[in-house]
């Protein structure tokens, strides 16, 4: 209960202090001004509560042939644990290229961290990388607000966005799974996914979008098509219903009751009720007494 309560506070420095707070860290630190220590790598692990799962090979390998020839420029940013080892904070990439570069030391800076504080700065670090998609983006403002009750404004302000561009983001988490699959691959642009956040069939349109390498104007053009003939066939639908007219589903029974019986059906049934008639036209008295011998055996 009380680690709930705390989520929701949001930390006690707030947002804003907590950004600043790692930020001053990591800067000093490459400036020198920071307390920074040389760790033997294999004392070094990652957060297992790391939200970001997924770290794209070529990246790792780029970002380990610049280790191997300048090494770790920045330090990592870690917390103690009891048993002497280092859990990372901030700098899991490093940690894993540095890995691949064959290194057996790495430069930290050690700081207090709650398991909280963790959590929020590997979000917060996540969001603040260069080649996060969309979708990542919006998923970590997400959790920033469910786990930690921040408000889109104090995001905007501690983050340095706009709160349209948050807001905007947020959205695009409304589109289905794979439309966003799409998004994440690249296939759509996130121009692309705002643009489909209103249509009532996205995945449709955005399969139309990735065949044909439509524009984000061509996209708004799309949907808003969509739109207006949607509207038109409620229309429709509700002026047919004004008007007594059958849907295409009782006009197929009655061809189907026809076709069986030999003679016209006509089937009509109260809209909203579960009850209706049927009425049998016959031509003459021997497709009545056929008719009889059908219902009754007589």
Known sequence: MADKQDRKRGLGRGLSALMADVTETETSAALGGAVEQIIPIERISPNPEQPRKR????????LAASIKEKGVIQPLIVRSRDDGTFEIVAGERRWRAAQMAKLHELPVVVRSFTDVEVLEVAIIEN????????????????????????????????????????ANLLRLLN??????????????SAGHARALVPAEDPLKL????????????????????????????????????????????????ESDLSASLGMKVDLNHKPGQESGQITVHYKSLDDLDELCRMLGGV
């Open 175 to 188: 589109l289905p799974e794979p439309v966003l699959d799409m998004l994440r691959s690249g296939d759509l």
């Open 206 to 253: 955005a399969s139309q979008i990735v065949k044909g390498g439509l524009s984000v104007r061509a996209t708004e053009a799309l949907v808003k098509k969509e739109q207006t003939s949607s509207s038109e066939n409620i229309f429709k639908k509700e002026s047919a219903k004004a008007k007594g007219e059958k849907d295409a589903d009782t006009k197929a029974l």
């Open 127 to 166: 969001i603040q990388r260069a080649d996060l998609n969309s979708v990542e983006e919006a998923a970590g403002y997400r959790q920033l607000m469910d786990k930690f009750g921040h408000t889109q404004e104090k995001m905007a302000e501690a983050l340095g966005k706009s709160r349209s561009h948050i």
């Open 55 to 62: 770290f794209e090979q070529g990246d790792l390998d780029d």
